[in-house]
């Protein structure tokens, strides 16, 4: 269906970032947001774009007190000839679905959020970086904002978006791919069968903090997550999917434990793997056949998926007290195509051979 929000242009723009060189990620946000309520008995209703500010909330909210909330990663690029595109809404669109299915969150409409994006992108599209490796971050939200103790589903939501035009997510990344060091967490575990790990939800990620704390101090930018019942098999690095390359085969935790987020970026790199021939296994994989596997030199490459970085390529996994080189500890040629790949189709350098791209239509 066609969505006519309403309008309301803001009487103190932002200051601008001086340099699309350094925007680092989410570190500036543009003029505007959408905004849209949700009642029991009305649903979602009264959606409109509004000056981005702070807004009021009760202290009694319930998803202050009981998290009960969700939200998404999505960007919006553009390309050489000025147009501006998305990738990949429809998965955004089901994962959203199934986020708020398991938070006891109200749907939304099919076509929703893709028309808010639009919509909001037009309003703000001074906004959008030009330069190479730069994007649009967008950030739809929802949260239960019903004044109450009970431990029960909200009554009343808001659904938000709000835009930051971004650079690199990783700094060491803006003058292209390099490696990082990872730490293996043995100890504190990201989900559970049966829990949210599926789900995008801030709790997976607060819960996540410690463990981040602990690879920091070990010199590593982010943690290798092992599954809760044995400590054993790997799952994801950081918020991020893992793929792991050992001899001609690329392995990557499956998504019927419910511990794994389904990602967009990950669905592509399985796609374009199939599609050039190489082999891939969606299976469990233990922490002791990948550090077997580095020390008998079939440890080809690791990498790390997702939204805000593309392809993130690790080096050097810590385990234990001791340092395990992936490879010869540069970015591997599988993580390098993936990249060039995927963020060519993004950016409209490459063509998009998969149909994964979404132009925006800013049409009077």
Not at 220 to 243: M, R
């Amino acid at each position: 269906m066609a969505y006519n929000f309403t309008v309301e242009r803001t009487k103190n723009p932002k200051k601008r970032p001086e340099s699309e060189t350094q925007l680092g990620f989410a570190k500036y946000f543009t003029d505007h947001m959408f905004v849209m309520d949700y009642d029991e008995g009305q649903g979602w209703h009264d959606g409109r774009i509004v000056p981005n500010e702070p807004f009021l909330i009760d202290p009694a909210s319930c998803v202050l007190h009981y998290a009960q909330m969700m939200f998404e990663g999505m960007k919006a690029y553009r390309c050489p000839d000025g147009s501006i595109q998305i990738f990949r809404p429809e998965m955004n669109v089901q994962r959203m679905k199934k986020t708020n299915e398991r938070m006891c969150i109200p749907d939304l409409p099919d076509d929703l959020l893709v028309a808010a994006v639009e919509q909001l992108i037009k309003v703000d599209k001074d906004w959008m970086p030009k330069l190479k490796g730069t994007a649009m971050y967008i950030r739809p939200f929802i949260f239960g904002d019903e004044v109450s103790f009970s431990v029960l589903p909200a009554k009343h939501y808001r659904f938000m978006i709000i835009l930051s035009p971004t650079g690199s997510y990783y700094s060491a990344n803006d003058g292209g791919l390099s490696t990082t060091r990872i730490y293996v967490e043995d100890e504190y575990v990201r989900a559970a069968p049966g829990g949210t790990g599926f789900a995008k939800v801030g709790g997976n990620y607060g819960g996540g903090m410690r463990a981040s704390k602990n690879a920091m101090k070990n010199d590593c930018k982010d943690v290798l997550w092992l599954d809760a019942a044995e400590h054993k098999y790997v799952e994801e690095i950081g918020t991020s999917n893992a793929f792991f390359k050992i001899n001609d085969e690329v392995i990557t935790a499956p998504l019927d434990s419910g511990t794994i987020l389904p990602g967009i970026t990950r669905d592509s790199v399985i796609q374009l793997l199939k599609k050039w021939g190489m082999k891939v296994s969606e299976r469990k994989l233990s922490i002791d056949d990948i550090v077997e596997a580095s020390e008998n030199g079939s440890l080809k490459e690791i990498f790390a998926s997702g939204t805000a970085a593309v392809i993130s390529p690790i080096g050097v996994l810590n385990y234990k007290g001791k340092d395990y080189t992936v490879g010869d500890g540069q970015v591997g040629e599988t993580a390098q195509k993936l990249y060039d790949t995927l963020y060519g189709i993004q950016t409209g350098t490459v063509e998009d051979f998969m149909g994964w791209t979404y132009p925006l239509n800013f049409d009077e």
